[in-house]
C-alpha cells in the first residue's frame, strides 16, 4: 500500500516571488549566498528525493529560473505577477493548480538544519514545522501538548516561530477565501501537529548575518 505521504504523492511549493526589501540587497532573498551558493539551491539540495517541485517566481524571476536550471531542470516555475500587492497565499493558488494530495509549502528565504528538514519530510502525517529563534520579524506558534494550536503575527507567549514551512493535505489549501496569508488559512485547521526544526529566517540584514553564522557553526561541527 502506498504511503499517502511518500514523495511520489507530494508537491513541494517553494514560494519565491518577493522583492525582499527589508533586507535591502536588491534581489528576492532566495539567491542570497550561503556559504558559496546561493539559498535557493542550498534547498533543493536537500529535496532530491521529490519530482513535483513548484517554484513561484515574481521579482527578479529571470535570474531565480537562471540559478535553478544551473542545478535542475525538471522545475517547475509559476508567476505571481502580482508580487507587490499580493501575499503568500496568492502565490499558493497560483502553484496549487494541478498539485498532489499532499503539499509542502516552503518559503524561500529560510535556511534548515539538514537533519530536522529530513525528519520533517518523512513525517507521515500534517504537520507545520516550527522553530525556536528563527527570526527577528517572526509568525509566532502556539504550541501545547506536541500541536499547533494558533499562529500569531504579533506578540506570543509562546516559544516557538513559524517560518513558512508546512506539510498539509491539498484539499485544505484550496479552502482559502479571504485570507491574504497562508497563517491565516492554517489558523482555521487547528491543531495541527508540532514538527521541531532548528532553522534561520532571513528578514533583515540581522537575520542574515544571524544566518550565517549559524549555518558556518554546523558546518564546522
Known amino acids: 500500500m502506498d504511503n499517502r ?26 539567491l542570497i549566498d550561503i556559504e558559496g551558493k546561493p539559498l535557493i539551491i542550498r534547498l533543493l539540495e536537500q529535496l532530491n528525493q521529490y519530482d513535483d517541485i513548484r517554484i513561484v ?10 540559478t535553478v536550471q ?3 531542470k525538471d522545475i517547475m516555475f509559476v508567476f505571481n505577477y502580482d508580487y507587490k500587492t499580493t501575499g503568500t497565499i496568492e502565490s499558493l493558488r497560483r502553484a496549487l493548480k494541478c498539485a498532489r494530495d499532499i503539499v509542502i509549502t516552503l518559503d ?8 530536522d528538514f529530513q525528519y520533517f519530510l518523512q513525517y507521515e502525517n500534517e504537520c507545520i514545522a516550527v522553530a525556536q529563534n528563527a527570526s527577528n520579524e517572526p509568525i509566532f506558534a502556539d ?3 506536541g500541536q499547533v494550536v494558533h499562529l500569531e503575527k ?22 482559502f477565501e479571504t485570507e491574504r496569508h497562508e497563517y491565516d488559512l492554517l489558523n482555521r ?14 528578514n533583515t540584514q540581522e ?5 550565517l553564522s549559524w549555518f558556518k557553526n554546523k558546518l564546522d561541527q
Open 5 to 30: 505521504f511518500s514523495p511520489k504523492n507530494t508537491t513541494v511549493i517553494i514560494c519565491c516571488a518577493g522583492m525582499g526589501t527589508r533586507l535591502g540587497i536588491g534581489t528576492t532573498k532566495a
Open 57 to 66: 517566481v515574481g521579482f527578479d524571476y529571470e535570474r531565480v529560473i537562471k
Open 70 to 72: 544551473s542545478y535542475r
Open 108 to 115: 524561500g528565504d529560510v535556511i534548515l538544519n539538514e537533519k
Open 143 to 145: 504550541v501545547i501538548n
Open 154 to 175: 504579533y506578540e506570543s507567549e509562546g516559544d516557538f516561530q513559524w517560518s513558512g514551512i508546512t506539510k498539509i493535505s491539498r484539499d485544505k489549501l484550496l479552502e
Open 189 to 202: 485547521f487547528m491543531p495541527l501537529e508540532a514538527c521541531i526544526v532548528s532553522l534561520k529566517e532571513v
Open 207 to 211: 537575520d542574515y548575518e544571524s544566518a
